[in-house]
Structures are given as C-alpha cells and as structure tokens.
C-alpha cells in the first residue's frame, strides 16, 4: 500500500513538473515575443527622434578645413563689404525711434518686413538678413537676437527664420536660424525658439516647449 501510494505520488510530482516546464516553456516564447517587440519599439522610437531632430531646423551647411574653426573663413560665406554695410545700417537702426524709418532700414538690407511691425532694439544678424522674414503685426521685444546663421566646429550653417503675423516676440527672446514662427503666436519673454512654433500657440522657456494653445 505504502509503495503504491509513493509511485501515486511521484506520478503527481512528476505530472507536476512536466507541468511547470510546459508553463516556463511558454513563458520563455512570450519573453522572447515582447523583446522582439520592445526592441522594435525602442528603435523606431530612435529614428523617430532622430528624424524629429533633423526636421526641427532646416538648414545649410558648408564644411570648412575640420581642423580650424568655421568662424576663420567667414569672408568666404558672404562679400565683406556687403556684411559691413548691413552692420552699419543694422546698428544705426537699432536705436532709432521712428518705426516707419526702422523698417524702411531693415528692408534696406534684405529682410522682409510687413506692415506695422513694431521691432524694439534687437540685434538682427548682420551676414544674412535676406534670409528674416516678419510677417504684418509682428511685435518684437527689446533685446531680442534673430540669428540666420551659426558656427558649429569647422561647419557653417545658414537658415531662414520666418515670423508669421500678429506674432509676439518677448523681450531678450532668442531665434535660432533656420525656424518657422506660426501666425498669432506668443514667444514668451528670454526664450530659446530652437524649433517650429505652431500657429495660435504660446511658448516659452529655454529652450521653448508649448504652454498653451490660444
């Protein structure tokens, strides 16, 4: 009796751990299943952001001798003469009181300018301000930069940055070359705008992300 009962037994253990391997089997299957997938996931999650980067400014690049800085052959970017003049007239009319004046000047070196569009002392980029365009009722707050071009290393980068109209630009804000401000936005006071602005949207901080939409 006893011995019947022991093999009753080892039976049930053994059914029990054919059991238990069956289970580890499958969950072994499913662990494979969900990293293939997570590893699928991760890396279009990488090429997503990747490809967001790329997309997030548009811009030129030249590459230079990569043993020197790009900054060493900036006369080769532009004629000297041409990036000297628009200094001149640049500083002149950063100060200058009369807005009507004010924008007849930017216009006088390449920037496309609306109408009624008020601009605060700021400092617009000297080598190329063809490449600003500021829509009708832009507002631009004082000490403001709006760069079209930078200098990574022995790489020289150059792009448009376009303001859409009715747009504010808050004080010592800072935009970067080669982004897109929508119509009726809000860039928030010492602001970084590194990427696109939406339409009808409120950014800020550095740099920007959206607070909220109008």
Not at 21 to 30: G, P, Q, S
């Amino acid at each position: 009796m006893l011995l019947f009962m022991s093999k009753v037994h080892l039976i049930a253990q053994n059914k029990q751990i054919c059991y238990n391997l069956n289970n580890l089997r499958k969950d072994i299957v499913r662990l494979k299943c969900w990293s293939k997938v997570l590893v699928q996931n991760h890396a279009e999650g990488v090429l997503i952001r990747v490809l967001t980067i790329k997309i997030m400014r548009r811009l030129d690049r030249k590459t230079f001798d990569r043993r020197i800085n790009a900054g060493v052959y900036w006369y080769k970017v532009k004629n000297p003469l041409r990036i000297i003049a628009n200094g001149l007239i640049l500083s002149f009319a950063k100060y200058f009181p009369s807005l009507p004046v004010k924008r007849g000047l930017l216009r006088l070196t390449g920037v496309r300018v609306g109408k009624n569009v008020s601009v605060a002392p700021s400092t617009i980029d000297p080598i190329f301000p063809e490449l600003i365009d500021i829509g009708d009722n832009v507002m631009i707050g004082w000490d403001t930069m709006i760069l079209t071009h930078e200098i990574i290393g022995s790489e020289f980068r150059k792009g448009r940055v376009k303001i859409g109209e009715n747009t504010t630009i808050g004080a010592r804000s800072l935009i970067l070359a080669g982004v897109k401000i929508g119509k009726n936005a809000i860039i928030e006071a010492d602001s970084l705008v590194n990427k696109d602005v939406k339409d009808n949207c409120i950014v800020g901080d550095v740099p920007i992300k959206q607070i909220k939409l109008k």
